[in-house]
Nanobody, 120 residues
Framework: QVQLVESGGGLVQPGGSLRISCAASGAISRINNMGWYRQAPGKQRDLVATITSTLLTNYEDSVKGRFTISRNNAEKTVYLRMNGLKPEDTAVYSC??????????????WGQGTQVTVSS
């Protein structure tokens, strides 16, 4: 069974920084694309950033230059470093990973989400 577990969320003041992590575990053969999404109260879940297995990245326009996605393939972990945080970045952040498991199946997995609140 494959699991994604996020950590590192919390409360931060506007202009502050935070790094959140997502670790994959279980019967994993290969992790393909990984990404971060966020959902603010009353809104749909939106893409924040993605990273391929060869470390190509993609960002939503509002976070470009402020957020950095990275991954450690050996540790099966994806990170999101968030600088210059704004109140509008407040949301539940969830990681997603496209994974081939040891049984030959390939599917998309989601973590449970971690709350990021930007407020003074």
């Amino acid at each position: 069974q494959v699991q994604l577990v996020e950590s590192g969320g919390g409360l931060v003041q506007p202009g502050g920084s935070l790094r959140i992590s997502c670790a994959a575990s279980g019967a994993i053969s290969r992790i393909n694309n990984m990404g971060w999404y966020r959902q603010a109260p009353g809104k749909q879940r939106d893409l924040v950033a993605t990273i391929t297995s060869t470390l190509l990245t993609n960002y939503e326009d509002s976070v470009k230059g402020r957020f950095t996605i990275s991954r450690n393939n050996a540790e099966k972990t994806v990170y999101l470093r968030m600088n210059g945080l704004k109140p509008e970045d407040t949301a539940v952040y969830s990681c997603n990973a496209d994974i081939n498991d040891l049984h030959g199946a390939r599917r998309s997995y989601w973590g449970q989400g971690t709350q990021v609140t930007v407020s003074s």
